[in-house]
């Protein structure tokens, strides 16, 4: 368990106010968060595009979930979110860092429709096929899938792959859900931000809408297609919101 540099999802677990970061994920928090102090706000936006786009898929019927990437366990969790619509809801976490996989069986001992699975986007088919994850997914049915905050630490071709293979092998009727960090909201900012990620095994990718719609091509967009996180279904005022990230959901006809 390397806990001498800084991770992607410890960095966000710092951000949203979680206790499961060490000193060098919270000196490139902080180092995000001098460039714009703005930035926790928009993870916390991001944790709610999350909850509304999982509230959305259980409401149109899904009953199963994958998280790829899912980051350490915080407050409305997709399990959580999905299972007060439908209890009978199943949901699969995966992330690449040994942490999450620590400490999200420690939460879920006692629920059985739900596991956690160290794994990577990168190995997206593996992960599809692994016994784990069949035994409580069946990919003949609807799946949201989702890749939030996770897609812009691949490259172009990784990135293009992964919902490719999401594509490939969902049924109809299927959903993925997206969130994306951009530097098209804050062109100035981005730059120095996007340092926070440069110690990490993950640097991160600022993609623009166009591109994000592009990785998107084959999908039914739900209105209102590609838009900045808070603006996606917003459930209240986004008068102060932040534009460090696009959000999209898509359906496969």
Request: include cysteine; charge should be negative.
């Amino acid at each position: 368990m390397q806990t001498d540099r800084p991770h992607p999802a410890r960095i966000y677990d710092y951000w949203i106010g979680g206790k499961d970061n060490f000193p060098p994920d919270r000196i490139a928090a902080e180092h995000a968060i001098s460039v714009s102090p703005d930035i926790p706000q928009a993870a916390r936006e991001n944790r709610g595009f999350l909850r509304r786009a999982v509230r959305h898929c259980a409401e149109a019927g899904i009953r199963q979930f994958i998280d790829i990437g899912s980051g350490l366990p915080a407050q409305g969790n997709v399990h959580e979110v999905a299972q007060e619509v439908a209890p009978d809801s199943r949901v699969v976490y995966i992330d690449n860092d040994p942490i999450v996989l620590t400490h999200g069986r420690a939460l879920l001992a006692d629920n059985r429709t739900t596991t956690v699975l160290t794994g990577d986007l990168r190995d997206l088919d593996e992960l599809l096929d692994r016994p784990a994850l069949r035994e409580l997914i069946d990919l003949s049915q609807p799946v949201a899938v989702l890749l939030v905050a996770v897609l812009h630490f691949v490259t172009d071709e990784q990135a293009a792959a992964a919902v490719r293979a999401v594509h490939e092998r969902l049924a109809p009727g299927s959903f993925l859900l997206v969130s994306h960090s951009t530097a098209e909201g804050n062109p100035v900012r981005a730059a120095e931000a996007a340092k926070t990620w440069d110690n990490t095994d993950s640097p991160i990718r600022l993609r623009g809408r166009a591109q994000v719609e592009e990785l998107l091509e084959g999908w039914e967009l739900l209105e209102p297609g590609v838009e900045f996180v808070p603006l996606w279904r917003p459930d209240g005022p986004t008068d102060d919101s932040t534009r460090w990230m696009y959000a999209a959901v898509g359906r496969k006809a």
